[in-house]
């Protein structure tokens, strides 16, 4: 429903953008040949034209060099048809994934995967979050769940989901306790939140009788077999408001991915004009 | 007792880039005529005198503009024989101290203070973290306080300060939790705590009676007065370790803005043997 309601707001934007002679293009750059990465890559590709927005999808062998992935990176970087760069994970393992992400410039950095945007977003001020946070963020703001004052729990720490999550909620006013695999008497922490985030890579890890009666039990992970990071029976019977999987977090990620491609084209078209204003006094 | 240590063992790797004709150099901006500001700078400016270190001190008026702040840190950035930028916070408020602070090249961030190294410092890839939290953990080290599973609870959420200490402690392990002015029932929160690092700003904030028998307490706080954010008295009778104000934290933060000029004047050094190497094949 969230990921409909973004989408369809999309669309009026899309048109304005093509009669202002922008069509916003997503460039997708997927390395190697892992089965599952070239399906999302696919869907989000897919989503991208569904929507009027330009595909361009590179499809690197599995024995492209860190080298060449950055030379790539640097040509889209480049390119002023493109943007958003999208970079699939994971990589092959020769290839320095870090250093790979951190090329792509922070302006098309619509997946929100750079340290730089990863830094702007937790101080506060960043255009582009990781978007399966920023999905979080807007299921959350939709059915108008209070965040300010609340106590989130977020159970998983990766650059892309833990850590900017617990950023944005920290940004939103909520106390924030971030738990991971080290973390002692994980279910007496879970206990205390008002707002759990499920995003630690284990299929129905997070149980019914770890939760508070009345929490908001947002679950991101995506596991084999379509399967949550919460035990969805037993935790819906406890929660005020549960996302299911599939459904849930992952059709809104997508959309968010959407979004950021169109604010980007945006933004590049607003500051276009703002050149030819500056240039025409 | 541990500034002394580290500043100890800087010396020797200040005769040795001496040798190898390099003279660290520390330049410092101080934008305007807060007193207390002067001060914090002077002291930083004669703590790398005293260690052989160059201070360049760079004053500007209180009218400078946000432009003209940037045109002399970019100068700074291109001045080879500049290891290290500190902007003084805070700058007069018509100058935009964000910008400022992203300007700072990162590999002369040695206060820790742009969003591209907090991000990398927050991904766990950082080469300057923010000087207050590279301090408390090295504290923390020093004394052989373990972490890893412990439960950290940080009161404060500042750029330079909360945040980034969160981050490090949550890449030692522990489990984190970050507490601001929203956050509900405080104390029953700090009373969880292994670990309490204190960075609120607010005079003998935290009192004994919140803190957990056995706790370690950082009190990162510099109220006027030399007063801290820890009411020590009644917190010391409860907790295992706890660093005083004056003393504690606050010599070792200078200590570690000294190490990371050192640090980047040997970066700069072996890049440009690196360089040599290179043309000499």
Redesign the interface.
């Known amino acids: 429903m969230v990921a409909n309601k973004v989408k369809n707001s999309l669309k009026e934007r899309v048109e304005k953008l093509k009669e202002a002679g922008v069509t916003p293009c997503l460039a997708t750059i997927l390395v190697g040949d892992d089965p599952s990465s070239a399906t999302y890559v696919k869907m989000k590709g897919n989503a991208c034209e569904k929507l009027g927005i330009v595909s361009k999808r590179i499809h690197l062998p599995a024995t492209t060099t860190t080298e060449e992935l950055l030379a790539t990176i640097t040509e889209l970087n480049n390119d002023e048809n493109v943007n958003g760069i999208l970079l699939q994970h994971p990589v092959p393992e020769h290839v320095d994934e ?1 250093k790979a992400f951190d090329t792509i410039s922070i302006e098309k950095d619509v997946d929100g995967v ?7 977003t ?4 960043g255009v582009f979050p990781s978007c399966t946070p920023a999905a979080i963020l807007t299921i959350i703001k939709e059915y108008g769940i209070p965040v ?2 609340k ?1 989130a729990v977020v159970v998983g ?1 990766s ?1 892309i989901l833990g ?1 900017p999550v ?2 944005l909620l ?1 940004n939103e ?8 695999s ?3 008497n994980l279910p007496d ?1 879970v206990k205390q939140a008002d707002i759990v985030v499920a995003a630690v890579g284990k299929p129905n890890f997070i149980k019914g009788d770890w939760v508070k009666e009345g929490s908001v039990i947002l679950d991101a992970g995506y596991n084999p077999g379509n399967i949550g990071d919460v035990e969805y029976d037993s935790c819906f019977e406890k929660a005020s408001a549960i996302t299911p999987v599939p459904g849930g977090v992952g059709p809104v990620t997508i959309a968010m991915l959407l979004k950021h491609t169109v604010d980007s084209a945006e933004r590049t078209l607003q500051s276009k004009a703002e050149n030819e204003v500056v240039q025409s006094n």
Do not use: D, E, M
């Open positions: 870090r750079t340290s730089f945007g990863y830094g702007q937790a101080l506060g001020f300010q004052g106590h720490r650059p850590k617990s950023a920290l006013n909520a106390t924030v306790t971030t738990c991971h080290y973390t002692n922490i």
